[in-house]
């Protein structure tokens, strides 16, 4: 199999102007694979060390971080963040009194986790982040349900900076990118400046790539494949029972993943386990996996979105198809169709003569810019894996899952896509 071949085929196809993939085999040997060039308008060569943005691969350095305090002893993620954080105020005194840094880093605290405001880039940024939580709505009970959260792991990101008595940035490098020696892993402009780093582009243009700092823990580490997949050899033989424990899955997910540890999602693919994390951030995606069975892993960089749609074409080709039979469609799909809101997407469900049909749309309230104009709505088919969890048939979306979530008494509440609870309304 020319994994090269099959990855700049799809480039091209998918229109992404620069991508990193780097391959550690079972025998501890790395293949890398960089085509494309950092930018449309001033472009270089990609490289192995040329800088991207990783996203929300990021939310696994700070569960790397934070375990590492528990190795110490420093940290237990079953006590109240407010044992570490004792200014915390949420939204009412039972949710401040009882969510713990588990809950943080397996997303379910149940509130709203879609906020991404810009409280300046001095030391305090993060603080002040954490103070704007009280106002977050509660979805679901703390503890009961998966939904992809990504202030908590801002809020995790200030526990671990309280803990160690220091900026999260700094603490980050100090437990986590300095052991590893990932000499080129950072997160500002002024660290990246002077280094080769992919732009990121959306539809053929170049796009703004800095984060808010409050932002850092939740998506705002940039990175190499050369780092990255020294942090992936370093997850596939964990040092300690801490740090493993974060492939240990601690709950039932249903939407980007099957399952969820401690911040890596768990799947199985052609009967392997695989624990990964992905990450888009404005004009970038990226992936990293981890099969250990096999001792594999690998990383992917690219400079545009692509709905991961080169993700999975690349675990097909290191892992084979995966020959998931899709269940029979239930009795009645009517029960299912409706609109459900979540704070990025709109989603309508329809029944036509093809069986169920999903409607996304992302709304005015969820768009990066002010200036930026809202899209058609992007239509895929779905079809059921079992009673209650659908799987998207068609591009951009394709092998997407999605889970209907019932209330107590049998209804359908919610539609969990891309990881989110959408509320049907």
Known sequence: ???????????????????????????????????GVTSLEHPLPITPTTLFQIGSISKTFVATAALALVDEGRLDLDEPVRTYVDDLQLSTPELTEGVTTRHLLTHTTGWVGDYFADTGEGDDALSRFVAKLAKAPQLTP????????????????????????????????????????????????????????????????????RRPRAHHGAGGVLSCIEDLVAYARFHLTPPNAAVASMQVVQRAAGSLCDEVGLSWMIDRHAGLTVVHHGGTTNGYQADLRLVPERGLAWVMLTNAEHHHQLDCVIQEALLGDDHEVAAGAPPSLD?????????????????????LRLDVSTPRRALWSPDDEVEPARPTRLVFRDADRVQALDLPYTGHRGEFVRDADGAIEWLRWDGRLARRV
């Open 142 to 209: 703390l503890g009961e349900t998966y939904s992809y959260n990504n202030s908590a792991f801002n809020l995790a990101s200030h526990v671990v900076a309280r803990v160690h008595g220091t900026t999260y940035e700094r603490a980050a490098k100090e437990l986590v990118l300095r052991p590893l020696g990932l000499r080129r892993t950072c997160f500002t402009a002024e660290d990246a400046i002077s280094q080769r780093v992919a732009i990121g582009h959306r539809d053929g243009r170049a796009q703004r790539w």
């Open 1 to 35: 199999m020319d994994l090269e071949a099959v990855i700049e085929r799809n480039r091209l196809a998918l229109g992404i102007p620069g991508v990193a993939v780097a391959v550690l085999d079972g025998a501890g040997d790395v293949r890398t694979i960089c085509q």
């Open 335 to 355: 029960e299912y169709a409706g609109h459900y809101e979540s704070v990025l997407a709109d989603l309508d469900l329809v029944v036509d003569d093809e069986g």
